[in-house]
Nanobody, 127 residues
Framework: QVQLVESGGGLVQPGGSLRLSCAAS????????IGWFRQAPGKEREGVSC????????YYADSVKGRFTISRDNAKNTVYLQMNSLKPEDTAVYYC????????????????????WGQGTQVTVSS
């Protein structure tokens, strides 16, 4: 069974950090691009970051560039999202999903083609 499972969310104060994990079962992550998306209440799901399978290229939404870092550990079949300098507007449910490649210029719209979505992990940034 192909499955992605997110973990690492929680409650953090503004300026704090969290590291999210996206673990795969039933398939090998290193053959796929992995994207992180998030969805806040009342808003559409938006693309946050993506890491390619071919050369490990990384892409970020402007809103998180310089604060978030995506990485992959193929030995652990896991992709990570390190989130620093968190802001209240980062509050959302974070999801990971897979596809053959990333869409650097259409990260939000790529939600329609990415698959094997996990159940999501809640990130709340609040004082």
């Amino acid at each position: 069974q192909v499955q992605l499972v997110e973990s690492g969310g929680g409650l953090v104060q503004p300026g704090g950090s969290l590291r999210l994990s996206c673990a795969a079962s039933g398939f090998t992550l290193d053959y796929y691009a992995i994207g992180w998306f998030r969805q806040a209440p009342g808003k559409e799901r938006e693309g946050v970051s993506c890491i390619s399978s071919s050369d490990g290229s990384t892409y970020y939404a402007d809103s998180v560039k310089g604060r978030f870092t995506i990485s992959r550990d193929n030995a652990k079949n896991t992709v990570y999202l390190q989130m620093n300098s968190l802001k209240p507007e980062d509050t959302a449910v974070y999801y990971c999903a897979s596809h053959s490649w990333c869409y650097p210029r259409g990260m939000d719209e790529s939600r329609n083609v990415f698959g094997s979505w996990g159940q999501g992990t809640q990130v709340t940034v609040s004082s």
